[in-house]
């Protein structure tokens, strides 16, 4: 199973990205979708999970201003990310939780000028 995730880029500060990861090949059955980022010189941190049941979950850091959702039968996830900061400046890895397996897309390239 490979993810692809996609749709980073530079944008001002306040702007907007949409990034959206998906399942190559076949459909997959995901149980979970995660976000998560990695700024230079930090360690990876999550900013968006959405569960089984459709439960999200959120750092207080992009609470209020990133939202996840997923397609099921399209095996895809997006990451909404609005009012981007500076400090929101990393990259992206989507990531996917099927029964005992784990998988991570290549990362995508988020930068937010000031």
């Known amino acids: 199973v490979q993810l692809q995730a996609y749709g980073g880029g530079l944008v001002q500060a306040g702007g907007f990205l949409r990034l959206s990861c998906a399942v190559s090949?076949?459909?997959?059955?995901?149980?979970?979708w995660g976000w998560y980022r990695q700024a230079p010189g930090k360690e990876r941190e999550l900013v968006a999970r959405i569960d089984g049941g459709g439960v999200t979950d959120y750092p207080d850091s992009v609470k209020g201003r990133f939202t996840i959702s997923r397609d099921i039968a399209k095996s895809t996830s997006h990451l909404q990310m609005n009012i981007l900061k500076p400090e929101d400046t990393a990259v992206y890895y989507c990531?996917?939780?099927?029964?005992?397996?784990?998988?991570w897309g290549q990362g995508t390239q988020v930068t937010v000028s000031s």
């Open positions: 990531n996917a939780v099927r029964g005992s397996a784990e998988y």
């Open positions: 090949g076949r459909r997959f059955s995901i149980f979970s």
